[in-house]
């Protein structure tokens, strides 16, 4: 994408990166940083809404949304490093203003410049390589339920992950759920486990020894189970492996050194 002023880009850092793993939202902004554009991040955002609008708390959810559009208003694009996040803003928020015709418009305009980041560095911003290099051993990658089902995104990680050299080795059943489905892992929790242990076995016999997503809340759960199950694979955001930030902080759930 060539431009003659840099696109304004809004991370959207999302709640669970926030909380668990900052270090995803600093390699998102270095990647989108690498790849042109005058990134910001609102220091007013909050939760898109997902939570509440999975357990059905229409009114929480319009709130948050509300909110959302507030904190975002004025930015040629909005960038998550979740798929799952992204497809809540794209496809599920504008219908929680059905009733509103103002805020509708403005939720439908928003809307259409929501990308998962590794969409928007591929698809939008035309990055075809970055600048990171690979020097450690196969991966696997595990596609998130949102991510690919509402956002399409399969193809593009694979790609740049590719262009710094690393080797990926496909997961069997990659499409298939980990199980964490957000409220559904509390509501179904022992099917849930049961579809993570399939999910951390199918991991473990790629002989990877990186498993990678775009979803924070399928890392969690997957780094759980393959935790507690003694395997020894680590668990990482793609967004750390792409922006070359491995040896910053240790993997997911590992101990810091």
């Not at 009114?59 to 809540?88: E, K, Q």
């Not at 509402?150 to 262009?163: I, M």
């Not at 759920?177 to 509390?186: A, H, M, W």
């Amino acid at each position: 994408m060539m431009t003659d002023k840099p696109p304004r880009v809004g991370l959207f850092v999302t709640c669970l990166v926030d909380l668990y793993r900052p270090s995803v939202g600093f390699a998102a902004m270095r990647l989108l940083e690498q790849a042109g554009c005058q990134v910001e991040v609102p220091r007013v955002q909050t939760c898109c809404g997902q939570p509440a609008y999975n357990a059905g708390d229409r009114a929480t959810a319009t709130s948050l949304a509300r909110a959302f559009l507030d904190a975002f208003r004025g930015f040629d694009y909005v960038v998550a490093p979740s798929g799952s996040c992204a497809g809540m803003l794209r496809t599920h928020m504008p219908h929680l203003f059905d009733d509103d015709p103002n805020f509708r418009l403005g939720a439908d305009s928003l809307a259409g410049r929501v990308f998962e980041l590794t969409s928007f560095l591929t698809d939008v911003m035309g990055v075809g390589e970055v600048a990171a290099r690979w020097s450690g051993g196969s991966v696997t990658y595990h596609d998130s339920c949102a991510g690919l089902r509402e956002l399409k995104v399969r193809e593009q990680p694979r790609q740049l992950l590719r262009s710094m050299g690393v080797p990926v080795t496909e997961l069997p059943d990659a499409d298939v759920c980990c199980g964490f489905g957000g409220t559904f892992c509390v509501k179904y929790p022992d099917i849930s486990t049961r579809m993570v242990t399939d999910k951390a076995r199918a991991v473990a016999d790629t002989g990877a020894g990186l498993l990678l997503a775009g979803d924070m809340g399928c890392l969690l759960n997957m780094a759980g189970r393959l935790s507690r199950e003694g395997r020894p694979v680590e668990v990482r955001h793609v967004a750390e492996v792409l922006a070359g930030m491995t040896n910053d902080v240790p993997a997911i759930g590992a101990p810091a050194s």
